[in-house]
T-cell receptor, first 113, second 110 residues
């Protein structure tokens, strides 16, 4: 199984809402990632978890809060977002170490109204 | 810092044409190099990779060779199909991060 799943596929939320994005993989990967992708741009790294611990935060605003409850799951909690946060949010996973590729999920299309 | 530069798109070709998408990189050390493809409305899929100099990655008729002397990893395919229409990202890894190029949009006309 080389699949990374993400739910929901689409999400529309108001600026005062609280919502969560979920990501799951069963490949035994111990590194997991959140990316944000705007239209016609490459993905931008937001967070990296390694062995369930946050190892990289790319200066992401605190209205985005990641969580890694176990080695298979990754969440992204959203609160008080702005319209400019509307984007495709991608989750990825990989083995820990050099030279490994990342496996991406299909993404959650987020619209903030 | 490390970076990836790839040719600007969009690239428009007729079916069965030969494809080249240029990619060059700047990096210290010996990163692995990747080509990812993103079809409309989907996430990224790994197309091929190479982990050391002179390695050739290949998949689905696509090929790319890790050229350290020219710091390049150009993507080629001998005969493209309409189904190859997508955005292609050249990338390298650096520690826990993947550094992407800006992407090249490819349109194949029937």
């Amino acid at each position: 199984d080389t699949e990374v799943t993400q739910t929901p596929k689409h999400l529309v939320m108001g600026m005062t809402n609280k919502k969560s994005l979920k990501c799951e993989q069963h490949m035994g990967h111990r590194a997991m990632y959140w990316y944000k992708q705007k239209a016609k741009k490459p993905p931008e790294l937001m967070f990296v978890y390694s062995y369930e611990k946050l190892s990289i935060n790319e200066s992401v605003p605190s209205r985005f809060s990641p969580e890694c409850p176990n080695s298979s799951l990754l969440n992204l909690h959203l609160h008080a977002l702005q319209p400019e946060d509307s984007a495709l949010y991608l989750c990825a996973s990989s083995p820990v170490g050099l030279h490994y590729e990342q496996y991406f999920g299909p993404g959650t299309r987020l619209t903030v109204t | 810092g490390d970076s990836v530069t790839q040719m600007e798109g969009p690239v428009t070709l007729s079916e069965e044409a030969f494809l080249t998408i240029n990619c060059t990189y700047t990096a210290t050390g010996y990163p692995s190099l990747f080509w990812y493809v993103q079809y409309p409305g989907e996430g990224l899929q790994l197309l091929l990779k190479a982990t050391k100099a002179d390695d050739k990655g290949s998949n689905k008729g696509f090929e790319a060779t890790y050229r350290k002397e020219t710091t390049s990893f150009h993507l080629e395919k001998g005969s493209v199909q309409v189904s190859d229409s997508a955005v292609y990202f050249c990338a390298l890894n650096r520690d826990d991060k993947i550094i992407f190029g800006k992407g090249t949009r490819l349109h194949i006309l029937p």
